[in-house]
């Protein structure tokens, strides 16, 4: 079986700094990109970042020059460093995998959700 499993989420204040990690375990043959997308109440999921494994990176706007994701091609883990954090960035975050199975099946994987709170 297949999983993503985020960590890190929590409080911070204002303009603080937290980091996501999201390890990725199972019959993994490939990950063809890795990613966050955070949500908010019953509003849709947003993309936040994606790293493929060749080309370029994405961001949504609002966390272009505060968040920076990263990869560790060799442990299957994604990393979010996340600064200079606003209010509006409290949500629930949400890993993501696009990835080929060790049985070459295709397929999303995501993770149960990490809250991350700003605020005073």
């Known amino acids: 079986q297949v999983q993503v499993v985020e960590s890190g989420g929590g409080l911070a204040q204002p303009g603080g700094s937290l980091r996501l990690s999201c390890a990725a375990s199972?019959?993994?043959?490939?990950?063809?990109?890795m990613g966050w997308y955070r949500q908010v109440g019953g509003e849709p999921r947003v993309l936040v970042a994606m790293i493929p494994r060749s080309g370029s990176i994405k961001y949504e706007d609002s966390v272009q020059g505060r968040f920076t994701i990263s990869r560790d091609y060799d442990k299957n883990i994604v990393y979010l460093q996340m600064d200079s954090l606003r209010p509006e960035d409290t949500a629930i975050y949400y890993c993501y995998a696009d990835l080929w199975t060790g049985v070459i099946q295709h397929i999303d994987v995501w993770g149960q959700g990490t809250l991350v709170t700003v605020s005073s």
């Open positions: 199972g019959s993994i043959a490939r990950i063809d990109q």
